[in-house]
């Protein structure tokens, strides 16, 4: 027997102490637990904070307890303490910290080899300050059926490693196969379960429900183009599809992860996998 109603209380906002407190600095990214409005901060004062979103809308909330969201998880957003003169330090596409004034770094020997173009330019779009930074050069393979050859041609190394992005990396496809006989432990072959890297842009984003199921034998973009009614070529779609990306929060956790752990990689020299 409970004590107690365990529905009795303010069940909607828990208890002070068990939700962290974060500053709401400029440019945090955080999501409004109850609209769903996803934006950075751009201003805050004692009892609101004001949100920016990848369209330049502007929303003002209040700073309720257990309000947001950050990275998925219930914060509660209080002013910054910061000096007047401050304004607290900016976040990079990726969340990390912005280098200021940043010259990009001689590029490392070691690389990040991604599937095609399009898996480079979403890297480009939220990475690409923190590649800068660390000197990476990201390039593209048009496809992992040579990945072996490709790989023995590069020549990894304990200074010169090689990290690789596979599209569908899912158990019994082909490009699991694949990735199978790369075994050299100067490599680092990791991938996401999507079909195409397009469905790693949550559909939110695109303010589309969810990503439309294409039949078995057609072709998976144009049919997804046909399936949403954009009636544009596959070009015009992937444009449309990377506009909609602003940050990291537009991505699902599942090409986030694999690609935070190739930068790690490919950058700590005394890492092994």
């Not at 407190?21 to 934006?39: H, I, M, Y």
């Not at 990848?54 to 929303?59: D, K, P, V, Y």
């Not at 048009?142 to 190394?157: K, R, S, T």
């Amino acid at each position: 027997m409970y004590e107690r109603d365990v529905l009795a209380g303010n069940w909607r906002r828990p208890l002070r102490g068990r939700i962290p407190q974060v500053p709401a600095e400029p440019d945090l990214v955080v999501e409004d637990a109850e609209s769903g409005f996803c934006g950075a901060v751009v201003a805050c004062d004692k009892e609101a904070v004001t949100l920016e979103d990848r369209f330049g809308r502007r929303r003002l909330f209040p700073l309720d307890p257990a309000a947001f969201l950050l990275e998925g998880k219930v914060v509660t957003l209080v002013r910054p303490a910061a000096s007047p003169d401050s304004r607290g330090p900016r976040r990079s596409a990726s969340g990390s910290i912005a280098v200021e004034g940043l010259r990009a770094r001689v590029a490392r020997e070691s690389r990040i080899y991604v599937e095609g173009v399009h898996d480079a330019a979403l890297v480009e779009k939220v990475w690409g300050h923190d590649l800068r930074v660390e000197g990476v050069v990201v390039e593209y393979l048009e496809g992992v059926d040579h990945l072996p050859e490709i790989v023995a041609e590069f020549g990894p190394g304990p200074e010169r490693r090689l990290g690789v992005l596979v599209d569908h990396l899912v158990a019994g496809s082909k490009e699991s196969r694949i990735a199978a006989e790369v075994s050299s432990p100067h490599v680092l072959v990791v991938g996401h379960p999507f079909v195409d890297v397009w469905q790693a842009v949550k559909p939110s984003a695109l303010r589309i429900p969810a990503w439309p199921r294409v039949p078995r034998g057609l072709p998976w973009k144009e049919g997804v183009i046909a399936a949403l009614g954009w009636g544009v070529d596959p070009g015009e779609a992937w444009r449309r599809i990377l506009g909609s990306v602003a940050t990291y929060a537009d991505l699902e956790p599942e090409l986030l992860g694999p690609v935070e752990r190739l930068i790690d990689f490919v950058t700590d020299p005394a890492q092994d996998d």
